[in-house]
């Protein structure tokens, strides 16, 4: 399973997040991934490029799944 650890920080949005592990090559690319309704937070599809993603928060994303731990 893949984690990506909060390291003291209260969240990460989820554009940064998809950012920060490579999944995009950019924050553009990611908002526009966000856009478009290919990435799920806990199941759900997620539209809010500034959703604040907080420990025990499972993001998906093109067969990609990370776990946010803190």
């Given at each position: 399973m893949n984690t990506f650890q909060l390291e003291g920080r209260p969240f990460v949005t989820l554009s940064n997040l998809l950012k920060i592990e490579g999944w995009c090559d950019s924050g553009a690319a990611a908002k526009h991934a966000i856009d478009e309704g290919h990435v799920t937070v806990d199941?759900?599809?997620?539209?809010?490029?500034?959703?604040?993603i907080v420990a025990n928060q499972v993001v998906r994303f093109q067969g990609r799944m990370i776990t946010v731990i803190e």
């Open positions: 199941g759900n599809v997620e539209l809010r490029k500034r959703n604040k």
